[in-house]
């Protein structure tokens, strides 16, 4: 089993800025990748941000050049960067991850989500 812990969230007005990180613990063999998602309310949850073992990184277009995905492995942590937030990017934010464990089974796995909201 793997337990996400994300922080970071909060209340920021258009045009600032957000770090949420998001600490992955258990018997993790590997990592395929890391990421985060976002739902905002009455729609579908959608993919801000990945990473993957080898550090490529994939973006929704609404956040390229605003949001950084990053990780530190040796806090098995992931990061993500928020700058030049617009109302939009508000939403539930969840970290997740794409791993093998100690059976050598893939599973994916999903954090309990962070609140991120964007208003003046």
């Known amino acids: 089993q793997v337990q996400l812990v994300e922080s970071g969230g909060g209340l920021v007005q258009p045009g600032g800025s957000l770090r949420l990180s998001c600490a992955a613990s258990?018997?993790?063999?590997?990592?395929?990748?890391r990421g985060w998602y976002r739902q905002a309310p009455g729609k579908q949850r959608e993919l801000v941000a990945a990473?993957?073992?080898?550090?490529?990184?994939n973006y929704a277009d609404s956040v390229k050049g605003r949001f950084t995905i990053s990780r530190d492995n040796a806090k098995n942590t992931v990061n993500l960067q928020m700058n030049s937030l617009k109302i939009e990017d508000t939403a539930v934010y969840y970290c997740?991850?794409?791993?093998?464990?100690?059976?050598?089974?893939?599973?994916?796995?999903w954090g309990q989500g962070t609140q991120v909201t964007v208003s003046s």
């Open positions: 258990g018997s993790i063999f590997s990592t395929y990748a």
């Open positions: 997740n991850a794409d791993v093998r464990m100690a059976d050598l089974r893939r599973y994916t796995y």
């Open positions: 990473i993957t073992s080898g550090g490529s990184t």
